[in-house]
């Protein structure tokens, strides 16, 4: 690697002779370890032509630096950082810089304070990590993904991989979700009523900045996805929190004057439960009486597997007032942050013009390698393997949850990732955590999915998607056991 002519610089007033400077500043380089062995310097000529002096003035501080081992030459190729240079000096932590800027009153607005979920970034590590959203490698389809990235970075999709598209999507991922991904769900929209967001979470900001902000009555269920309570606060909505119960958010809870509904119909966040059909146009009716919009959050609709999924509260919508969110990120890997919303024309305009205003699009090569991983089967053939594998795991998780007299608090009746459990009422879940953690286990306090001062502590969530079947009895067992010498409250 060569290092760039860019990066030189001779200081304005410094002592000695140009030679001397420029020789002092190649050895500053190598020793701050900016240059590194076996990085080739820029040519004499070059930089005496950078630098505005003479050619041999850079010759000579580079002959010098050769007789001192900072340098070696290679023929006609060049000067570059010798094997026997220096080592840069470690000096550990830098003191810490005094900071004047009084940034309580700076900041006009705080995004930190709010509940959120910790997952630590080598979960990997840990021998029976029950976190919710996390992907297998092992069951990810490795191989197809590959070559379609591949195949979208050819010349006939050179426009979509390079060119700024400013506020439009890929027709190809949007034509596969309008006429495959929709209909599944029962829903039936054309393009200008799809957007491309980075991922859900991405969608439900836009929502809320379009519908819930400057203080509207915005109803939530509690407990809720954290993430979502927080973009509420940060927005200044006027949050309800209704508390569901085994059959999801109750409509005659819904208060008067609210203004924008927050759901999870078919897979309750984080209980699991399932709205049923009376219970859904219940929702809409009291949506239309109060003259609200509903955004429906249809997270993991394909983890399905213990039987059909309900169709979505989308389908229906005769007045047009529920936006709907869906995400490839649950179901291929978190990290690809690719969703949509689906909404009337009028609510998508206003999206894709915020959109445009924060990050134009999403990348067209993630686009276009989503459109072809989902329109030549790879997708539908992954769900079915990881619908198998994840139905294996939870009928293995229940067992164990059976065996060691554990409880669960919703479950779902449709499939998912994950278990929705309670501890008994004392018990501080945060702090079972900390001490299954030293044992190798990690599992979800429930706290941070709980709106108010006095949230439930006894809760925790325990996924299933990155922990495999044979580990799933241990894990267990030992949450069981670390519950049994954990002490009580009171």
């Known amino acids: 690697m060569a290092v760039p002519v860019e990066t030189f610089f001779l200081r304005p007033g410094a002592q000695g002779t140009l030679q001397a400077r420029i020789q002092q500043m190649v050895a500053e380089g190598i020793l701050s370890g900016r240059f590194r062995r076996g990085e080739k310097l820029p040519s004499s000529r070059r930089l005496a032509s950078h630098l505005g002096v003479s050619r041999i003035t850079v010759t000579l501080a580079y002959t010098e630096l050769l007789a001192n081992d900072y340098l070696t030459s290679r023929g006609r190729s060049g000067y570059f950082v010798s094997d026997n240079a220096p080592e840069p000096p470690d000096f550990g932590p830098l003191a810490p810089r005094t900071d004047r800027v009084d940034w309580d009153a700076a900041l006009v607005q705080r995004f930190t304070g709010g509940a959120r979920l910790d997952k630590p970034e080598d979960w990997a590590r840990y021998r029976y990590p029950f976190i919710y959203g996390q992907a297998d490698p092992q069951l990810f389809d490795h191989a197809n993904w590959r070559l379609c990235a591949m195949q979208a ?20 991922l949007v034509s596969f979700i309008a006429r495959h991904t929709l209909p599944r769900r029962g829903i039936i929209a054309a393009p200008e009523e799809i957007l491309i967001t980075l991922g859900a979470q991405n969608a439900l900001w836009l929502a809320v900045q379009l519908l819930a902000a400057q203080g509207r009555r915005t109803a939530i269920e509690d407990p809720c996805y954290p993430a979502l309570r927080s973009l509420l606060r940060q927005s200044s909505a006027q949050v309800c929190p209704i508390a569901v119960d085994e059959h999801g958010l109750p409509a005659d809870a819904v208060p008067a004057a609210t203004q924008v509904i927050f759901t999870t119909p078919s897979h309750q966040c984080p209980s699991s439960a399932t709205l049923p059909r009376t219970r859904r146009e219940a929702l809409l009716a009291r949506a239309r009486a109060l003259d609200a919009v509903v955004v429906e959050d249809d997270y993991e609709f394909e983890m399905s597997f213990l039987g059909p999924p309900s169709p979505a509260l989308k389908s229906l919508d005769e007045d047009g007032r529920v936006i ?27 999206a ?51 065996t060691h007299g554990l409880e669960i608090a919703g479950k779902g009746a449709h499939g998912g990732s994950s278990f929705w459990m309670a501890a008994p009422e004392d018990t501080d879940t945060e702090a079972l955590a900390d001490r299954l953690r030293r044992d190798s286990v990690l599992i979800e306090p429930g706290a941070p999915f709980f709106a108010g001062p006095d949230r439930p502590r006894h809760f925790y969530r325990l996924g299933y998607s990155s922990i495999p079947a044979d580990r799933i009895d241990e894990g267990i067992a030992r949450i069981a056991s670390a519950l049994a010498a954990l002490p009580r409250d009171g």
């Open 153 to 172: 970075l050819g010349a006939k999709d050179f426009n979509a991989l390079t060119q700024d598209q400013f506020d439009r999507d890929d027709p190809e």
């Open 324 to 350: 709907y969110v869906g995400s490839f990120s649950k179901s291929l890997f978190p990290g690809l942050r690719l969703g949509y919303l689906v909404g009337s024309a009028a609510f998508i305009a206003e």
């Open 352 to 402: 894709r013009a915020l959109r445009a205003s924060v990050l134009r699009h999403p990348p067209g090569h993630i686009q276009r390698t989503a459109a072809y991983f989902l329109s030549l089967g790879h997708y539908d053939a992954l769900i079915r393997r990881m619908s198998r594998a994840l139905n294996n795991r939870r009928q293995v998780m229940e067992a164990a949850i059976r």
